[in-house]
């Protein structure tokens, strides 16, 4: 290779550098993911406005939006096809899933008109079919179901508003038991609750900034995450989604605006994002999940947007460098 050849092969490596870090991702990361595309209009083409949750059903490959007090529903390639408000129940959405059946599970907190928390029930035609009211465990008259997961045998998974632990229910809605992770003897609150497609159970503490992972027998296996400000610390961790390809999780970060990856073991791996407005970007990003492409979906909440990011096959910038030597 000659000088000039050398020269800008070199121009051309530090370019790719400041193009990835326009994306807000940190010189650890930059081979691991990139920016692919946002979500911000719903199929009337209104605005979404402040969304706070996003999930990927493993079935259909459909992606579920909550904004504000409806639930929008997108095909795999981001095309809205429904709105799901109050003509069927939809009043005030905090979280949903979906089971094997395609019912959807939405947890709803109280209004006027029904001053009851609860967890209200459609069939795969999207049809109401019942509510389930939480019962049978202390203070259930003031939990708020906010976080819901499904499990292979149909049990439905409740975390709640800074309640210490998770509620395990059947689907006819019989409480079974409580996971509840302790730190010093204390039990510590759960604010989120995952499941990935081996049927492990990922539960999130904003009050302790751990995950907590169990395995379908709701054995525990490991916890991490460190409390902290910094690059590798968690300061307000709101949720957890798991590439069910790699093992590699995401955690994201309402006060820091970032998302950290960890590997399957729970070692951390790098971040991406900041606080900021642009592409790659985030202000007081709320929940997260990832498809089975491994997409990452991340609800950037006060920038009215569903951010996407996928994860790159190959380390261009490592061919450009093996050019320049």
Same mark, same amino acid.
């Given at each position: 290779?000659?000088?000039?050849?050398?020269?800008?092969?070199?121009?051309? %490596?530090?370019?790719?550098?400041?193009?990835?870090?326009?994306?807000?991702?940190? +010189?650890?990361?930059?081979?691991? =993911? @990139?920016?692919?595309?946002?979500?911000?209009?719903?199929?009337?083409?209104?605005?979404?406005?402040?969304?706070?949750?996003?999930?990927?059903?493993?079935?259909?490959?459909?992606?579920?939006?909550?904004?504000?007090?409806?639930?929008? $529903?997108?095909?795999? !390639?981001?095309?809205?096809?429904?709105?799901?408000?109050?003509? $069927?129940?939809?009043?005030?959405?905090?979280?949903?899933?979906?089971?094997?059946?395609?019912?959807?599970?939405?947890?709803?907190? +109280?209004?006027?008109?029904?001053?009851?928390?609860?967890?209200?029930?459609?069939?795969?035609?999207?049809?109401? @079919?019942?509510?389930?009211?939480?019962?049978? #465990?202390?203070?259930?008259?003031?939990?708020?179901?906010?976080?819901?997961?499904? !499990?292979?045998?149909?049990?439905?998974?409740?975390?709640?508003?800074?309640?210490?632990?998770? %509620?395990?229910?059947?689907?006819?809605?019989?409480? %079974?038991? =409580?996971?509840?992770?302790?730190?010093?003897?204390?039990?510590?609150?759960?604010?989120?609750?995952?499941?990935?497609?081996?049927?492990?159970?990922?539960?999130?503490?904003?009050?302790?900034?751990? $995950?907590?992972?169990?395995?379908?027998?709701?054995?525990?296996?490991?916890?991490?995450?460190?409390?902290?400000?910094? @690059?590798?610390?968690?300061?307000?961790?709101?949720?957890?989604?798991?590439?069910?390809?790699?093992?590699?999780?995401?955690?994201?970060?309402?006060? *820091?605006?970032?998302?950290?990856?960890?590997?399957?073991?729970?070692?951390?791996?790098?971040?991406?994002?900041?606080?900021?407005?642009?592409?790659?970007?985030?202000?007081?990003?709320?929940?997260?999940?990832?498809?089975?492409?491994? *997409?990452?979906?991340?609800?950037?909440? #006060?920038?009215?947007? =569903?951010?996407? #990011?996928?994860?790159?096959?190959?380390?261009?910038?490592? %061919?450009?460098?093996?050019?320049?030597?």
């Amino acid at each position: 290779m000659t000088r000039t050849e050398k020269i800008i092969a070199s121009i051309l %490596l530090v370019a790719s550098f400041l193009f990835l870090i326009s994306y807000g991702l940190n +010189a650890q990361q930059r081979y691991q =993911i @990139t920016y692919f595309d946002s979500i911000i209009e719903d199929e009337e083409g209104s605005k979404i406005n402040f969304p706070a949750f996003v999930s990927v059903d493993s079935v259909t490959k459909e992606i579920y939006v909550i904004s504000q007090s409806k639930i929008t $529903i997108y095909t795999s !390639d981001f095309f809205p096809i429904f709105t799901l408000g109050k003509s $069927i129940g939809i009043e005030t959405p905090q979280g949903l899933t979906v089971d094997f059946d395609g019912n959807l599970y939405v947890a709803q907190s +109280a209004t006027n008109e029904n001053p009851r928390h609860r967890i209200s029930v459609y069939n795969a035609r999207l049809q109401w @079919t019942k509510d389930i009211y939480l019962k049978g #465990f202390e203070n259930s008259e003031s939990f708020i179901p906010s976080c819901l997961a499904v !499990d292979k045998k149909g049990n439905i998974y409740v975390s709640g508003n800074y309640y210490p632990g998770v %509620l395990v229910l059947n689907n006819e809605g019989e409480l %079974l038991e =409580i996971i509840s992770p302790e730190e010093e003897g204390r039990k510590v609150n759960i604010n989120y609750v995952t499941i990935d497609g081996d049927g492990k159970i990922y539960l999130v503490s904003e009050q302790v900034s751990h $995950i907590y992972v169990y395995d379908e027998n709701k054995k525990f296996l490991f916890k991490f995450g460190e409390k902290g400000g910094s @690059t590798g610390k968690l300061s307000r961790p709101e949720a957890v989604g798991v590439d069910n390809r790699t093992g590699t999780m995401y955690v994201v970060d309402y006060m *820091r605006h970032t998302v950290s990856a960890y590997d399957k073991e729970g070692k951390y791996l790098f971040e991406f994002g900041g606080l900021g407005w642009g592409e790659g970007w985030f202000q007081y990003p709320r929940d997260i999940a990832v498809d089975s492409q491994g *997409r990452v979906f991340v609800a950037d909440t #006060f920038n009215n947007r =569903i951010q996407v #990011f996928k994860p790159v096959e190959q380390n261009t910038l490592s %061919l450009i460098s093996e050019r320049v030597n």
